[in-house]
């Protein structure tokens, strides 16, 4: 296809299966709504609310990603508009991140006392509240809603009808692909910025086996549940590179480096082996098999109806 060709059937093709593109219209408006309830609900406190806005725009994005060849440019275009708006609401971000970190890390040996302990906490706290405060405006909300509406109407266009589970096997076997090519030969010797490349594959495969589980429940929630736990593991690494930083000379927490460094380093290594043990299981297959095996499962769900 073509960039910016409209997603068409062929010529003597077999219809695509009944209900099946309505689900993925449904997955899609259920994302939307989930990022509008974000930006409107009055219950939600402003880190709440980032944290909600960014999950469902992780999502909307792996999904787009999943269709981008039956949509065409027009899920590009928005995939990126999406990935720019988050760029956007990155700062807080890397704050909860480094705070998600000092909790990990107090699982383990952490030569701090509970006194210090808070007292990072409620730096880092300030810091992310600061850094919401300077990015979560009035202004970046409206642009966030401004966004979802105009999504929303693009949906009510896109030709979901069309698109049968062949399509969607595609995008997964392409993520999963994606994946795979990233996973390390050398965990313990792998640099944090290849580790959350690998981290951003894992999560879009997540999010992407979340659009097909109301559509398929039995098999994409057990490979669901072993992709969030490699995610959870890789994003625990991520977030204690991010706390590293924030030891550094002239960093915020440079008066604690010395005592957490032992601590960041032990949680790291524990994460690095249980990702390595997940990825092997999640990743055994090569792409063709993948693709190969979700296609006859497929079939096979569909001869007995269930």
Same mark, same amino acid.
């Given at each position: 296809?073509k960039p910016?060709q409209?997603? #068409?059937?062929a010529?003597?093709?077999?219809?695509?299966? %009944?209900?099946f593109g309505d689900?993925l219209?449904?997955?899609?408006?259920?994302?939307?709504?989930d990022?509008?309830?974000? $930006? %409107?609900?009055?219950?939600l406190?402003?880190p709440?609310a980032v944290?909600d806005?960014?999950?469902?725009f992780?999502?909307?994005?792996a999904?787009?990603r999943l269709l981008?060849?039956p949509?065409?440019e027009s899920?590009n275009?928005?995939?990126?508009?999406?990935?720019e708006?988050?760029r956007m609401?990155?700062g807080?971000r890397?704050?909860?991140a480094?705070?998600?970190?000092?909790d990990d890390?107090s699982?383990?040996?952490?030569?701090?006392?509970?006194t210090?302990?808070?007292?990072?906490?409620?730096r880092?706290?300030t810091?992310?509240?600061?850094?919401e405060a300077?990015?979560f #405006?009035?202004?970046?909300?409206e642009?966030?809603?401004?966004?979802l509406d105009?999504?929303t109407?693009t949906?009510d266009?896109?030709p979901f009808?069309?698109?049968?589970f062949d399509a969607?096997?595609?995008?997964?076997t392409?993520?999963?692909?994606?994946?795979?090519?990233l996973?390390?030969?050398?965990?313990?010797?792998?640099?944090a910025?290849?580790?959350?490349d690998?981290?951003?594959r894992?999560?879009?495969h997540?999010?992407q086996?979340d659009v097909?589980?109301?559509l398929?429940p039995? $098999?994409?929630?057990?490979?669901?549940?072993e992709?969030?736990?490699l995610r959870n593991r890789l994003g625990?690494?991520q977030?204690?590179?991010?706390? %590293?930083?924030? #030891?550094?000379?002239?960093?915020?927490l440079?008066?604690?480096r010395?005592?957490?460094?032992?601590a960041i #380093?032990?949680r790291?290594?524990?994460?690095?082996k249980?990702?390595?043990r997940?990825?092997?299981?999640l990743?055994?297959e090569k792409?063709?098999?993948?693709?190969k095996r979700?296609?006859?499962l497929?079939?096979?769900?569909?001869n007995?109806?269930k």
């Open positions: 296809m910016g409209e997603p #068409t059937m010529v003597g093709a077999p219809p695509a299966e %009944t209900g689900g219209a449904q997955a899609a408006r259920s994302i939307l709504a990022a509008r309830t974000a $930006l %409107t609900d009055p219950k406190s402003e709440e944290h806005v960014r999950k469902a992780k999502r909307w994005r999904f787009l981008e060849v949509l065409g899920a275009q928005m995939r990126a508009e999406a990935r708006l988050m609401l990155a807080a890397d704050v909860q480094a705070l998600d970190a000092i890390s699982k383990g040996e952490v030569p701090l006392s509970a210090s302990v808070e007292t990072i906490r409620g880092l706290t810091l992310r509240d600061a850094a300077a990015s #405006t009035p202004e970046m909300r642009r966030l809603m401004r966004y105009y999504a109407l949906v266009r896109w009808a069309a698109i049968g969607v096997a595609d995008g997964l392409v993520t999963y692909r994606r994946a795979r090519q996973i390390p030969e050398n965990w313990q010797d792998a640099d910025e290849h580790l959350h690998l981290r951003r894992v999560v879009e997540r999010h086996l097909i589980e109301p398929w039995r $098999l994409a929630k057990v490979w669901g549940e992709a969030q736990r625990a690494c977030d204690l590179a991010v706390l %590293t930083k924030f #030891t550094m000379p002239h960093q915020p440079a008066p604690w010395s005592r957490l460094a032992p #380093t032990a790291h290594t524990g994460h690095i249980a990702a390595a997940l990825a092997g299981r990743f055994a792409p063709r098999a993948f693709r979700i296609i006859a497929w079939s096979a769900r569909q007995n109806g």
